[in-house]
């Protein structure tokens, strides 16, 4: 059974449905704090080599400056919903890093399976160390070896054997951070003041391959080849390739591999290029996932056998599925749509029928939800966008409401936006449309053009910013026309790349409110990168040099416009990226309402739920103010409305 989009009537039903549930209630920022979170940001289930048991984690989310809580769980690998078990204890929360600079995002915790099937080993937090952990079926747990460092990765060679990943030992890493505590450090190269004003951990230096008996918990040097061991783990993997292997693209066009008899085959059907997604193998077939419908909005899955060249679609659904695993009958997904948190379901192979298997938040089901639709929009050139437009709590048609504009991805279930600090559903249920952008991309030019031509159409130049714009303004334009939206009462949002385009969005319109999670463009961050950064752009163009500015950033650099900002703007600043945002603070105070919170500790992405939990409560509130004239007293900040009634009071002074 082919599973066909789930656009606005669907989503629709399903709303309706979970309302007539008893004691039906609107979606709070506690309620989206409170939402057990399964698998990881790209994957998390593990299928055992019998094909019998899936193990994954679950993670719960406290109200301390730890984070979150991770246990392992374990269940039988059928079609039906069935119990699940505790077999072991991940610890807290361990953040990802990249060369010692973390960005926030919560580190990936994947389950490895024993070749016999009788257990798995996965990596544990223990008083903030990542440590090789390991429990049976029975849950019968123990720490496989106590590591000089943590361990970054690891493999089963055999059911008595495991290769680790080591970082830099513990003990060197404390070494170092006294020395410079002590005696102060040289600014060098790679010394980056945009992410921190300490150097970041040399984590990579004294990396090591050791080899662990699983039985004696003994340690020895890997042999050498330990990085062929680790890649030998995909050589019989499906992958995602180029579809012209000579290409020079900024963004090949892709296409699906898979190995067969010692050579590599590419699948013939026009259904295996494009925006392939997710792949993996299910027997003597292989699976994917790409992006179809307008701007790939909606998710299509796919079984191909690479003997045969017979491919079969499964569905088709307004959704993600990641990280899949299959035995001969069923694939086994974790699975997200727009009104339904993750959770994990079984698809029959033979008809594609899907049944969930495991919901890890029963509870909201309870929860009184919104209409949803999503609208799409394409350009002149082609470029596709979309979004889905969450109508507010008791809409009646014929009123227009203040709207709220999220972004930078739509993908899955609508929590807040990339970086999750815009509740969507608390702020349809405090009236307001709110409408969840899916970036733009330039699909067409990144397969024509290599990446030095792409960067000076986009980068260099204002490609990537009219597509934005457009994208946006066609989008607000659809609301707009059909009476849904006063265009009076727009707020715009963003983090990341969503700011990016918020900031140039504030040049085409004034908005009622603003609220920004990362600082804007600004020449300043040239001096703040490192020498290394800077040298590796090779884009003399961004130097804004010791003379008069550069015209790139007077474009780029909102602080620069020709036309100043006046939008009342909150910014919830990381404490990682705060020092680029304060040039344009002290610009924008006295010409517009502005203020900025500092997040300590805080990187890209706010990682502690109770900073998240604030920075989401921080924004509702501030675009109460200005598009509703509501005000909801924080004990925490009590002197909160006397600051905005003065910005107010400011703001309506100006021209």
Not at 104 to 121: E, H, K, N, Q, Y
Not at 126 to 142: I, K, N, P, V
Not at 309 to 315: E, I, P
Request: hydrophobic share 40%; glycine share 8%.
């Amino acid at each position: 059974m082919v599973m066909r989009s789930l656009l606005a009537t669907a989503v629709s039903m399903t709303a309706v449905a979970l309302a007539t549930c008893a004691q039906a209630q609107s979606p709070t920022i506690q309620d989206l704090m409170a939402l057990r979170e399964i698998g990881t940001h790209r994957a998390g289930l593990s299928l055992s080599p019998d094909g019998a048991w899936l193990a994954f984690f679950q993670a719960e989310e406290t109200d301390d400056l730890a984070g979150g809580r991770y246990t392992l769980l374990l269940m039988p690998a059928t079609a039906t919903e069935s119990t699940q078990r505790v077999i072991g204890d991940g610890g807290g929360l361990l953040l990802h890093d990249e060369g010692g600079r973390r960005s926030g995002i919560w580190l990936d915790r994947v389950v490895r399976w024993a070749p016999d099937s009788r257990s798995v080993a996965y990596i544990a937090e223990r008083d903030g160390r990542a440590e090789l952990w390991t429990s049976d079926l029975q849950g019968r747990s123990r720490m496989l070896a106590t590591t000089s460092g943590d361990v970054r990765d690891f493999r089963w060679l055999s059911t008595n054997e495991i290769l680790l990943n080591l970082d830099t030992p513990r003990a060197t890493l404390a070494a170092m951070r006294d020395v410079q505590d002590r005696d102060g450090f040289l600014v060098t190269d790679d010394f980056d003041a945009t992410f921190s004003l300490t150097p970041n951990p040399d984590v990579d230096s004294g990396r090591s391959y050791q080899t662990l008996d699983v039985r004696s918990g003994r340690l020895r040097a890997a042999r050498t080849g330990a990085d062929e061991a680790f890649a030998r783990a995909a050589a019989d993997a499906p992958r995602i390739g180029a579809l012209d292997p000579a290409s020079a693209a900024y963004r090949p066009a892709q296409a699906l591999y898979a190995p067969v008899d010692g050579q590599e085959v590419r699948c013939a059907a026009e259904q295996c290029s494009g925006r392939i997604r997710e792949t993996g193998r299910v027997g003597d077939m292989i699976w994917f996932t790409r992006g179809e419908a307008v701007a790939d909005g909606d998710t299509a899955t796919y079984l191909w056998t690479p003997r045969s060249q017979a491919l079969r679609l499964l569905r088709v659904a307004d959704e993600r599925l990641l990280g899949c695993v299959g035995n001969t009958t069923h694939l086994f997904c974790l699975r997200e749509s727009p009104a339904e948190p993750r959770h994990v379901v079984a698809i029959v192979l033979s008809t594609g029928a899907m049944t969930t298997i495991y919901q890890p938040n029963p509870q909201w089901a309870r929860m009184r939800l919104p209409q949803i639709e999503r609208i799409a929009f394409r350009d002149a050139d082609g470029n596709e966008s979309y979004a889905h437009l969450v109508y507010p709590e008791a809409y009646a048609p014929g009123r227009a409401y203040p709207m709220v504009i999220v972004q930078y991805r739509s993908r899955g279930f609508l929590r807040g936006g990339t970086g999750g600090e815009f509740p969507i559903f608390p702020l349809a249920a405090r009236g307001y449309v709110v409408m969840s952008v899916e970036r733009p991309e330039a699909r067409g030019l990144e397969e024509r053009v290599t990446r030095l031509e792409y960067d000076r159409r986009q980068l260099l130049g204002d490609g990537e910013e009219r597509i934005k714009i457009d994208s946006l303004e066609g989008l607000i334009r659809q609301v707009a026309q059909r009476g849904l939206v006063d265009e009076d009462r727009i707020a715009i949002t963003g983090m990341s790349d969503g700011a990016e385009t918020l900031f140039w969005a504030l040049r085409q319109r004034r908005f009622a409110a603003a609220v920004s999670s990362t600082p804007p463009t600004d020449p300043v961050t040239w001096w703040l990168w490192s020498e290394d950064y800077r040298e590796s752009l090779d884009w003399g163009p961004f130097d804004p040099g010791i003379g008069e500015m550069n015209p790139w950033w007077r474009h780029n650099a909102p602080r620069f416009y020709a036309e100043p900002i006046r939008t009342p703007l909150l910014m919830n600043l990381s404490q990682s990226e705060a020092l680029s945002g304060l040039p344009f603070y002290a610009h924008q105070r006295g010409t517009a309402p502005i203020e900025v919170f500092i997040y300590p500790g805080a990187y890209h992405t706010k990682w502690r739920p109770s900073q998240l939990a604030m920075a989401q409560a921080r924004a509702m509130d501030w675009i109460d103010f200005w598009l509703m004239d509501r005000e909801t007293p924080d004990p925490r900040d009590p002197d909160r409305y006397a600051r905005w009634r003065a910005l107010r009071q400011t703001h309506a002074a100006q021209p």
